[in-house]
């Protein structure tokens, strides 16, 4: 069943003030755009979030991860409310606190994928916006989906593909980006993974590495909030045995055997070091006893 919208469809031409700047500055843009909610700020830093529908669990939460991160440190995300990197890159956003945004291939009046339903209501709600060039009521349609990924990189200062096959639809984003004039970023991975191809292809190509969601704030020159966890002697004021742990895991999940061998402490030693970095939001645990490090 289709997701209605519960608030106003709005409308704006191309010769508008209100019609975002980025887009006006841009060849092959739309007349008429559609909007739920708002349109994006022109004055603030704005990243589009984009990849793979069908991710893995490490995909999933890099873009989780990221869009939380630069919507804390003020910077608008912009992805499609597709299954996969880009809900989760709007999921993130919407925990972060600065408003996201999603471009549709479809009419602003209907939910795609029925998937994303939280995400389309909760967008307006944060004082985001759903936006489509294609007039309410409009199905989407195959054709629909890469034309409206040059209004996602078009609103963007910044382009980052988590997780992409070496042909996707995230790469047609990224390639509208470079067309546009914007930068565009690549979160690593495994090298024998599948959904890296794109990722990896993108580097070679020139991309910058997103290695940490914190390199991407020097595009604005904004720094990182400090955070003063603990008092000690580490960078992070972890005590040693918690540092050592916190130290040998990192972006890709480790299983806790793995963590026992590389630290040589005992399973429940190990495992009440984990369960206290846990509570302290420095590492989460994506299965059962894999665990990752949150930077």
């Known amino acids: 069943m289709e997701e209605k919208p519960k608030t106003a469809i709005n409308s704006v031409e191309k010769s508008s003030t209100i019609y975002p700047e980025r887009l006006r500055s841009l060849s092959g843009m739309p007349d008429m755009l559609y909007y739920i909610g708002r349109l994006p700020d022109d004055n603030r830093p704005t990243a589009a979030i984009v990849g793979a529908r069908m991710c893995s669990p490490y995909g999933r939460i890099q873009a989780f991860n990221y869009g939380r991160f630069l919507s804390e440190n003020g910077v608008q995300v912009i992805s499609g409310m597709a299954a996969g990197i880009d809900a989760e890159g709007h999921k993130g956003a919407l ?5 996201t945004f999603a471009v549709l291939g479809n009419g602003v009046d209907i939910c795609y994928p029925s998937s994303s339903r939280s995400i389309y209501r909760r967008i307006p709600e944060k004082n985001g916006g759903i936006i489509s060039e294609y007039l309410p ?4 349609r195959a054709y629909h989906f890469p034309a409206r990924n040059r209004i996602i990189s078009g609103l963007a200062d910044v382009v980052v593909v988590v997780e992409a096959k070496e042909k996707s639809g995230s790469l047609i984003t990224a390639a509208c980006a470079l067309e546009q004039g914007k930068t565009v970023y690549a979160v690593p991975g495994a090298v024998n993974d599948a959904l890296s191809r794109g990722c990896h292809k993108l580097i070679y190509d020139g991309a910058g590495i997103a290695y940490s969601p914190e390199v991407l704030l020097d595009e604005w020159g904004l720094s990182v909030k400090k955070k003063t966890i603990l ?4 960078k992070l004021g972890l005590a040693t045995d918690l540092d050592l742990v916190y130290s040998c895991l990192d972006l890709r999940p480790k299983n806790l055997d793995q963590i026992i061998t590389e630290t040589g402490f005992s399973p429940g030693k190990t495992a009440g070091i984990l369960a206290q970095l846990t509570l302290m939001g420095l590492v989460r645990e994506t299965g059962t006893q894999h665990y990752i490090r949150l930077e």
């Open 95 to 99: 925990e972060g606190g600065t408003p």
């Open 137 to 140: 009521g409009t199905p989407g």
């Open 231 to 234: 008092k000690g002697k580490t």
